[in-house]
T-cell receptor, first 116, second 111 residues
Framework: DAGVIQSPRHEVTEMGQEVTLRCKPISGHDYLFWYRQTMMRGLELLIYFNNNVPIDDSGMPEDRFSAKMPNASFSTLKIQPSEPRDSAVYFC??????????????FGPGTRLTVL | SQKIEQNSEALNIQEGKTATLTCNYTNYSPAYLQWYRQDPGRGPVFLLLIRENEKEKRKERLKVTFDTTLKQSLFHITASQPADSATYLCALAKGADKLIFGTGTRLQVFP
């Protein structure tokens, strides 16, 4: 398996522009998580999905952030409009629950976002 | 609110020694706790999980303890190697699905 795939790996944009981050989870996984990592705040959970349905979006910082999962193999995280304080590394992770599994999460390589 | 503390200072140890990393938490009783390794420019990688009813878990040179009374987990790497140099994150389960991550401790093993 190729693991969790994220694109783009790097994104540089100007304040006010729309940013769309993409994620392809591991095939067969039923949970998908979006995280943001900064030096100051560490790794923060933004939102997660179970079977393509958003379960908890309490970590989404503002209405400028939105996430979708139209099918089991694709999810997007959108920021509109972007601000310099959104600069961070955004990670997508997936997991497969149930059946006594360890509940470990598999992370993608991340997207480094810089908003100028 | 829940708080997870890991030593923000980097831990520097000599090759061959045992590295011990600490994860303390407050205002919470997680059902399980996980440890992840993160290398620069990469996503975290799962290492070990320990449940609240387990005192200790081992995997090769790694050992994790979980003291629910002290609200603390210790992560040990025995016979450390320079390749073990990385940032190590602890993560506490919140409910059945979510993980709350600590800020991580950077480990540097020098020859």
């Amino acid at each position: 398996d190729a693991g969790v795939i994220q694109s783009p790996r790097h994104e540089v944009t100007e304040m006010g522009q729309e940013v769309t981050l993409r994620c392809k989870p591991i095939s067969g996984h039923d949970y998908l998580f979006w995280y943001r990592q900064t030096m100051m705040r560490g790794l923060e959970l933004l939102i997660y999905f179970n079977n393509n349905v958003p379960i908890d979006d309490s970590g989404m910082p503002e209405d400028r952030f939105s996430a979708k999962m139209p099918n089991a193999s694709f999810s997007t995280l959108k920021i509109q409009p972007s601000e310099p304080r959104d600069s961070a590394v955004y990670f997508c992770a997936s997991s497969l629950r149930g059946g006594g599994r360890l509940n470990e999460q598999f992370f993608g390589p991340g997207t480094r976002l810089t908003v100028l | 609110s829940q708080k997870i503390e890991q030593n923000s200072e980097a831990l520097n140890i000599q090759e061959g020694k045992t590295a011990t990393l600490t994860c303390n938490y407050t205002n919470y009783s997680p059902a399980y706790l996980q440890w992840y390794r993160q290398d620069p420019g990469r996503g975290p990688v799962f290492l070990l999980l320990i449940r609240e009813n387990e005192k200790e878990k081992r995997k090769e040179r790694l050992k994790v303890t979980f003291d629910t009374t002290l609200k603390q987990s210790l992560f040990h790497i025995t016979a450390s190697q320079p390749a073990d140099s990385a940032t190590y994150l602890c993560a506490l389960a919140k409910g059945a699905d979510k993980l709350i991550f600590g800020t991580g401790t950077r480990l540097q093993v020098f020859p």
